[in-house]
T-cell receptor, first 116, second 111 residues
Framework: ETGVTQSPTHLIKTRGQQVTLRCSSQ?????VSWYQQALGQGPQFIFQ???????GRGNFPPRFSGLQFPNYSSELNVNALELDDSALYLC???????????????FGQGTRLTVV | AQSVTQLDSHVSVSEGTPVLLRCNYS??????LFWYVQHPNKGLQLLLK??????LVKGINGFEAEFKKSETSFHLTKPSAHMSDAAEYFC?????????FGTGTRLKVLA
């Protein structure tokens, strides 16, 4: 177990709805990243939060948004859900300080989102 | 730009025989490379990481990987496969603030 927990584990939503996924990072970790893993593919980077601010974003539209809270937990929000948003969403927790850009990430078990 | 290419989408081996999962990387600077494993309906578990300290990296569960700059490769090996090794394996290159994943190699272990 990595100490990174995600909720819920599974979720079914209807196209056009909005969804919020949650992640509790490993104790002491100040950085959270979110990834989307479509079936049969590798995870794709959505965005990253460091000390409550977004500091990197992948090729995802603005309807994918996030938050990081003072305790470093995080939320991923997706508006106007589309069928192609069906995927496993992974949260990764990292301890990042100055000059330690490439450090090991600890992943949660993921949230399986199905859009119908 | 950072990238990785996993050369095999599927690998099948018999239990007790060696495992080789191939990964090539591209990097505009000294890379940080990782191998992660994902069992069905599970999250990602770190097997090992390369961060320039040593070219031969030993990981968990008997896995190791060798960093070869001349070949831009970071292949994952294990001397003897076990049934529990059956899973999806991802080679990862770390960018400034994100991980770049390969497309994955599904390892099948035959009894």
């Amino acid at each position: 177990e990595t100490g990174v927990t995600q909720s819920p584990t599974h979720l079914i939503k209807t196209r056009g709805q909005q969804v919020t996924l949650r992640c509790s990072s490993q104790s002491g970790h100040n950085t959270v990243s979110w990834y989307q893993q479509a079936l049969g593919q590798g995870p794709q980077f959505i965005f990253q939060y460091y000390r409550e601010e977004e500091n990197g974003r992948g090729n995802f539209p603005p309807r994918f948004s996030g938050l990081q809270f003072p305790n470093y937990s995080s939320e991923l929000n997706v508006n106007a859900l589309e069928l192609d948003d069906s995927a496993l969403y992974l949260c990764a927790s990292i301890l990042r300080g100055s000059g330690t850009a490439n450090t090991e990430a600890f992943f949660g078990q993921g949230t399986r989102l199905t859009v119908v | 730009a950072q990238s990785v290419t996993q050369l095999d989408s599927h690998v099948s081996v018999s239990e007790g025989t060696p495992v080789l999962l191939r990964c090539n990387y591209s990097s505009s600077y000294s890379p940080s490379l990782f191998w992660y494993v994902q069992h069905p309906n599970k999250g990602l578990q770190l097997l090992l990481k390369y961060t320039s300290a040593a070219t031969l990296v030993k990981g968990i569960n008997g896995f190791e990987a060798e960093f070869k700059k001349s070949e831009t490769s970071f292949h994952l090996t294990k001397p003897s496969a076990h049934m529990s090794d059956a899973a999806e394996y991802f080679c990862v290159n770390s960018g400034t603030y994100k991980y770049i994943f390969g497309t994955g190699t599904r390892l099948k272990v035959l009894a």
